[in-house]
């Protein structure tokens, strides 16, 4: 089993940023990846960002690319998501998710986090 708590949501001025941190615990990952994934009121959840824990290479959606920046530290089995110039519209809940089944972009994973509220007022 894996385990994975998200903290750093909260209510922000757009234009502001905000980190959020994914700390993942218990077996090893079966295979490489984690993600981001974010849902706001009435609609679906979407793919934001992904990582690859080895590589550390990223893929970010359109809508984020240039302002938010996927991270991790090994050591700490931490990944982080800094978001800047946030905008009214990345108002969502922010899920962490680990281990995709098919591609990293659909939200097809084997674990997830709670999830995070994060809250940017215009």
């Known amino acids: 089993q894996v385990q994975l708590v998200e903290s750093g949501g909260g209510l922000v001025q757009a234009g502001g940023s905000l980190r959020l941190s994914c700390a993942a615990s218990?077996?090893?990952?079966?295979?490489?990846?984690m993600a981001w994934f974010r849902q706001a009121p009435g609609k679906e959840r979407e793919f934001v960002a992904a990582?690859?824990?080895?590589?550390?290479?990223?893929y970010y959606a359109d809508s984020v690319k240039g302002r938010f920046t996927f991270s991790r530290d090994s050591a700490k089995k931490t990944v982080y998501l800094q978001m800047n110039s946030l905008k009214p519209e990345d108002t969502a809940v922010y899920y962490c998710a680990a281990e995709p089944k098919t591609y990293i972009y659909t939200d097809k994973y084997n674990y997830w986090g709670q999830g995070t509220q994060v809250t940017v007022s215009s």
């Open positions: 218990g077996r090893t990952f079966s295979n490489n990846f």
């Open positions: 990582i690859s824990w080895s590589s550390g290479d990223t």
